[in-house]
């Protein structure tokens, strides 16, 4: 599913140059489950940005799809994204002033889902995620915890092939961590492909591989396990 | 996003969208009502029917090396228009406005209205239309009147008017007619005409006016021209008619016509030619205004808009992340922006219909928002869409280019380019609020200078009287009977109320005056006692003293002010004499002279040359001055029962000397007022922006603050600290406005000869008077944020 060769990525600022990603490669299969930990600085995040599309390699290739997709404008890389790709960020990152029904049909609204159609999806997703009840909500009458399982519901909600996750749990008590973990694996194995940057040993068991990184590149990759996804 | 979201979103963020929409709803308001104005002015005359036909009869006459225009016609005009120019459809003489007493015959009560003496052609030139009777059969007599719907409901409610009989000074007149009420924005502004025949008669028999003579003008003279008229040929052919008929080379008077419609904006002349300006520049300026105060609402709307983008860059971020495009997001804030205008709106109109009636107050109008005139609904429309575009595009813009990257890593975008165009609008606000205030100094300092200034009369406890015939009849009688209540300290009646003296001409003779030299005087007929009732100085000579002093020795006796004796040299002295015409015979004596005295122009720096001739037959007032302790009611009550011994029915009441004095500044108390309205709104607009801009401000720095007073900063220390920015936009903003406040002032005083000098202090003044607001408005967010928790504002982060 994904193809990164040699990806390099440099942030300049008037005195100083840092490279964030140096030669990185990286193939992801479809239905995966890919955990990529390393010290704070050592380019996960942009390694994910990239790979969500949200920011451009200066160097190297990135297929998606056996698609090119580096030097793609933002519109194209919009499109793509908003058909294939779910987030969950670290600090949720609701819309306040969206009900959680509204947060979470966002990405159909913009795949010019028909309102029917957007309405069973929402539904469906929060009743995985066991937020249907607070479907009305403002993000700031939730918990933690719930507001990470609406923020799942959203990555979830257009039936994307591809999750990238920033540290899920990373603002979540320890129980409510674990429930989020639960759910992304549950997807996982429903055939989701999943990328996850962590901190957290623990986080990253619920993956089959754990690639770590330093100083912008791949250090050393760790198989726990095959892939959980059975084709039906 | 639907409207359901926009909406929550307006609604969730209180304050923000609060000193939006008002900020934005009383720019718009402001403008409408200067609109609203600006069309009063443009429609002057522009309603009637035929407005694009009617001209008005005016004359320039050269007196030395100056042409004055004036808009008068002499007596024979009307009649040789009728006989020998077909391209006059027709025209009509026209007096100037004039009041009059009506009573309703058998009736004591007696109502005061507006109206003129004109022909009956008038009614066929404005298109009126006639409610009860026919134009086609009024005025056959003498002793009609034809008036206006309003007058008739005065007089006669549902009763039929046709045919009753209204009385006044000047006689009985049977009604002919009612017409529909005049609109208000044309200069043909009456309640009642009667037929102009009549004041001729009154101007030939009490020899007012030579009213057959083609060098007298005594009336206006108003034409309709086919329309076929080429103006030009027209004007040429009017030009000759004095020297033709008065067998004259080259007279010094010429006739021409020029168009009603821009008489209004457009009436100012110089050397004889209209100079393409007037009254429109007042218009433009408040146009112009009107529109600076709309901007400064819009700029309100941008900053806070701008200001509040981080606390909006999530969302676009997060909305960019699941698919949004730019173009969406544009959309999204420009709806934001329209809702926003929307509500402004309709708060707008309701501003409008609630402070309409102030306004007209305040610029003695009578304006009408109108939700059935299409140009009052289109307007406002067109004000809302220009306000939603221009107040929501730079901020739908800027906000919709976050990179979804940066926000969601909650790096903050670079103030950059945003931080500095916010900070230029606010420099761009204060700068226009300090130009408006430092102008309304000016205005009103100049007014105070020439109300206060030497003006050479007594304005303070001096009363005038309109007077009947019978007390011209007796007027020696009448003045000595008022001095004889022992209120009265002088009194003498007088042809002008002292500060409007529009009788003027020319051609007057004195030994060793040049050829060439003809000077335009002003002239007053007045009785004795005249010159010490208005409390002129004597400087040589003798005053008045009997009503026969023009009779004594076959040599009529008179006063010339200071500047008359100056201009005649040798001969303006006492003993001098002086003559009209080219007969060559003088017959006039100087028996005083006077100081100069401020009248018509209260802006002049020297005086006009004026006479003042014993001939109180053609009086129309009677002046009294009273002690300063004296009751003005006591004085007026008492004087008004002398003049009923002579007419019994006399109810007219006092014109105070003062009153007059103070309504000949309307036009500079209007831009006045004008000029205070708009520049408290504009200050009131951008102290809401303030407010906002600086509550947003102490909520960015909360961590700044919280760590700060940690470290041991004093609340002032903060205060001063989250002051210090604003104040130095402020001082930007006075950097720029002082040299535009400046020439602006400059230019409007330059057109006033006695003014004001201008000094640093109107202009420290003003800087001050918007710091201490500035320092106000700023300071409760700050003084708010520098007394909060710091321990809970680190944490926030």
């Known amino acids: 599913m994904i193809n990164i060769t040699d990806l390099e990525k440099v942030y300049r600022t008037d005195t100083v140059e840092t490279l964030a990603l140096n030669k990185m490669s990286l193939h992801v299969r479809e239905h995966e489950f890919v955990a990529i930990m390393g010290p704070s600085g050592c380019g996960k995040s942009t390694l994910l940005n990239i790979i969500g599309m949200l920011d451009q390699p200066t160097a190297g290739s990135y297929q998606f799809n056996g698609i090119e997709v580096g030097k793609f404008n933002e519109n194209k890389r919009s499109d793509l994204r908003k058909a294939n790709i779910g987030f969950v960020f670290q600090s949720f990152n609701l819309i306040d002033e969206l009900t959680v029904f509204e947060n979470v049909e966002l990405p159909l609204v913009y795949n010019n889902v028909k309102a029917s159609v957007r309405k069973e999806l929402v539904e469906k997703a929060l009743d995985s995620v066991q937020m249907m009840h607070r479907r009305k909500h403002f993000p700031s009458q939730l918990s933690g915890g719930q507001q990470q399982r609406v923020a799942v519901a959203r990555a979830v909600v257009n039936n994307s092939k591809l999750i990238l996750a920033d540290e899920p749990p990373g603002n979540l008590d320890s129980k409510n961590g674990a429930e989020v973990m639960q759910l992304l694996s549950g997807l996982n194995e429903a055939g989701t492909t999943i990328i996850m940057v962590t901190h957290s040993e623990y986080d990253a068991r619920f993956s089959q591989r754990i690639v770590h990184m330093l100083d912008g590149k791949t250090v050393t990759e760790n198989f726990l396990r095959e892939l959980a996804y059975v084709p039906k | 996003m639907n409207i359901k979201q926009s909406f929550r979103i307006i609604f969730r963020n209180k304050t923000y969208s609060i000193l939006n929409i008002a900020g934005l709803a009383i720019g718009i308001a402001a403008a409408a009502l200067i609109l609203l104005w600006v069309e009063y002015q443009f429609n002057f005359d522009k309603a009637l029917p035929k407005s694009d036909l009617i001209y008005q009869i005016a004359q320039n006459q050269r007196y030395g ?137 009154m101007y030939e028999e009490k020899g007012w006016a030579n009213v057959k003579s083609w060098t007298s003008n005594w009336m206006n003279c108003f034409v309709e021209l086919e329309p076929y008229t080429n103006v030009e040929v027209l004007n040429d052919k009017l030009a000759k008619l004095i020297s033709e008929k008065t067998n004259e080379t080259a007279s010094h008077f010429t006739f021409f016509i020029y168009p009603q419609r821009d008489f209004h904006l457009y009436g100012e002349f110089q050397d004889g030619k209209p100079t393409g300006s007037g009254y429109i520049r007042t218009v433009r300026l408040f146009f112009w205004i ?33 698919g949004a495009r730019r173009s969406g997001l544009v959309w999204q804030f420009l709806r ?61 813009f800027y906000l919709s280019s976050y990179l979804p990257i940066n926000t969601l890593k909650k790096l903050k975008k670079k103030g950059g380019a945003a931080a500095w165009i916010r900070k230029g609008l606010v420099v761009f606000q204060f700068a226009v609020s300090f130009i408006l205030i430092c102008a309304t100094f000016v205005i009103y300092l100049q007014i105070g200078h020439a109300q206060n200034r030497p003006l050479g009369f007594i304005k303070e406890n001096t009363m005038i009287f309109p007077i009947t015939e019978e007390m011209k009849m007796h007027s020696e009688t009448v003045r000595n009977e008022l001095l004889n209540t022992g209120l009265i300290k002088h009194a003498g009646f007088t042809s002008h109320n002292v500060i409007q003296i529009y009788s003027n001409g020319g051609g007057y003779q004195w030994p060793d005056k040049r050829d060439d030299f003809n000077p335009l005087i002003s002239m007053m007929f007045v009785g004795p006692g005249f010159i010490e009732a208005a409390g ?35 001969s303006g002295r006492v003993g001098g004499f002086m003559g009209q015409g080219s007969d060559g015979e003088y017959y006039w004596e100087i028996i005083g002279i006077i100081d100069d005295f401020v009248f018509n122009n209260m802006y002049a720096e020297e005086s006009e040359p004026l006479i003042l001739f014993a001939y109180p037959n053609h009086a129309n007032y009677i002046i009294a001055s009273y002690e300063a302790g004296d009751s003005p009611a006591e004085v007026q009550a008492k004087v008004r029962n002398v003049l009923q011994t002579f007419s019994p029915d006399y109810s007219s009441d006092a014109l105070f000397m003062d009153e007059i004095f103070n309504n000949m500044f309307y036009s500079e108390r209007l831009i006045g007022s004008l000029a205070t309205l708009f520049a408290v709104l504009a200050i009131v607009i951008s102290c809401l922006g303030l407010f906002g801009l600086s509550a947003f ?39 720029i406005a002082i040299p535009v406040a400046w020439f602006v002032s400059d230019n409007w005083l330059k057109s006033y000869a006695y003014k004001i000098d201008l000094n640093w202090a109107i202009f420290a003044g003003t800087a001050l008077l918007i710091i201490l607001i500035v320092i106000i408005t700023t300071s409760v967010q700050s003084i708010r944020a520098a007394t909060a928790d710091p321990v809970k504002s680190i944490k926030t982060e």
Not at chain 2, 80 to 105: C, G, M, Q, V
Not at chain 2, 369 to 391: E, I, K, R, S, W
Not at chain 2, 540 to 545: L, V
């Open chain 2, 336 to 396: 934001e922006a329209s809702m926003i205008t929307i509500a402004a709106l309709l708060l707008a109109i309701a501003l409008i219909y609630i402070f309409l009636p102030a306004f007209n107050r305040l610029i003695f109008a009578n304006l009408a928002f109108d939700f059935t005139n299409p140009y009052h609904v289109l307007g406002l429309l067109c004000v809302g869409v220009l306000c939603a575009f221009l107040a929501g595009n730079y901020p739908a």
């Open chain 2, 697 to 735: 401000s102490a909520e960015q720095r909360t961590k700044e603050i919280g760590i700060r007073k940690v470290l041991g900063a004093s609340v002032s220390q903060i205060v001063f600290l989250l002051g210090k920015s604003f104040m130095l936009l402020t001082l930007i903003a006075f950097a």
């Open chain 2, 65 to 201: 090396d100056k042409i004055y225009t004036f808009f008068v016609a002499p007596g024979p005009l009307s009649e040789t228009l009728n006989e020998s120019f077909p391209e006059i459809k027709r025209n009509t003489r026209y007096s100037s406005d004039s009041e009059a007493f009506f009573t309703e015959a058998g009736r004591n009560s007696s109502v005061s209205m507006q109206g003129v003496y004109a022909d009956s052609t008038v009614f066929s030139m404005l298109s009126m239309t006639f409610v009860e009777g026919d134009p086609r059969y009024t005025f056959a007599r003498d002793n009609s009147i034809v008036i206006s719907r309003k007058m008739a409901e005065i007089f006669f409610k549902d009763d039929v008017a046709v045919g009753k009989m209204l009385e006044t000074e000047t006689g009985k007149y049977y009604i002919d007619g009612v017409f529909e009420n005049i609109p208000k924005n044309t200069t043909f502004r009456f309640d009642w005409i009667i037929p102009f025949r009549l004041l001729e008669q």
């Open chain 2, 290 to 322: 009107g529109a600076l105060i709309l901007l400064i609402a819009c700029v309100n709307y941008m900053n806070l808009a701008t200001a509040r983008s981080e606390k909006r860059a999530l969302e676009v971020g997060v909305r960019k992340t699941f």
């Open chain 2, 536 to 570: 002129f100085t004597l400087l040589e000579g003798a005053s008045f003293s009997r009503i026969d002093d023009a009779d004594e020795d076959g040599m009529g006796k008179i006063v010339i002010n200071r500047r008359l004796a100056e201009i005649m040299g040798e």
